[in-house]
């Protein structure tokens, strides 16, 4: 159980462009959904924590008219990368918390989609 | 705030012998503490939690994790590694309803 899909894995961008990722929930229901980006050889990065029905909750550095993020139901949250660049060109993590379990607050993490901008 | 602090950037170790991968973190409040594993272009895999209880946690492929408060540390271990354990592992930690925040992670290289 709690599994989290994440689609595209891969995509690769003109620059310019725009490029939306799907984080979804298959097995359970998360309020909470978070969104990491990794550069290569380092840590995650925590971006934004988005709340279903809300606007999300961006962390100091991360713009927020770049990074669209929209979680509009509880097991579906997008992440648009609006007018791309090479800078953008990461690993991207979501992640799901579950729904009022009131026992723990693990976050279940999807596989990850690689951004490339050319 | 917590944070997480990852004492080593690399591990090598030859196969079948044990390793520690060590792990402390900062926190005014009480804390849950995981550690995840990561491959190559893969997502995280959960090894282990500590929720309460028990300080010994037990974890898959044969890991293990002792929380220990007053050195506000969270080691992993295993007694002997395989090949198969070569892979990036971070240490993380969250607070009742808050972020989960990750350690810079430790590269852990199994040499036959």
């Known amino acids: 159980g709690a599994v989290v899909s994440q689609h595209p894995s891969w995509v690769i961008c003109k620059s310019g462009t725009s490029v939306k990722i799907e984080c979804r929930s298959l097995?359970?229901?998360?309020?909470?959904m978070f969104w990491y980006r990794q550069f290569p050889k380092q840590s995650l990065m925590l971006m934004a924590t988005?709340?279903?029905?809300?606007?999300?909750?961006?962390e100091q550095g991360v713009e927020k008219d770049k990074f669209l993020i929209n979680h509009a139901s509880l097991t579906l949250s997008t992440l648009t990368v609006t007018s791309a660049h090479p800078e953008d060109s990461s690993f991207y993590i979501c992640?799901?918390?579950?729904?009022?379990?009131?026992?723990?607050?693990?976050?279940?993490f999807g596989p990850g989609t690689r951004l490339t901008v050319t | 705030a917590q944070s997480v602090t990852q004492l080593d950037s690399q591990v090598p170790v030859f196969e079948e012998a044990p390793v520690e991968l060590r792990c402390n973190y900062s926190?005014?409040?009480?804390?849950?503490l995981f550690w995840y594993v990561q491959y190559p272009n893969q997502g995280l895999q959960l090894l282990l939690k500590?929720?309460?209880?028990?300080?010994l946690v037990k974890g898959i492929n044969g890991f293990e994790a002792e929380f220990n408060k007053s050195q506000t540390s969270f080691h992993l271990r295993k007694p002997s590694v395989h090949i198969s354990d070569t892979a990036e592992y971070f240490c993380?930690?969250?607070?009742?309803?808050?972020?989960?925040?990750f350690g810079a992670g430790t590269r852990l290289t199994v040499k036959p």
């Open positions: 992640s799901a918390r579950l729904q009022g379990t009131g026992v723990s607050y693990e976050q279940y």
């Open positions: 988005s709340n279903e029905g809300s606007k999300a909750t961006y």
């Open positions: 993380a930690v969250s607070a009742r309803n808050n972020d989960m925040r």
């Open positions: 097995d359970f229901q998360a309020t909470t």
């Open positions: 500590y929720l309460s209880g028990s300080t």
């Open positions: 926190s005014s409040v009480s804390v849950y």
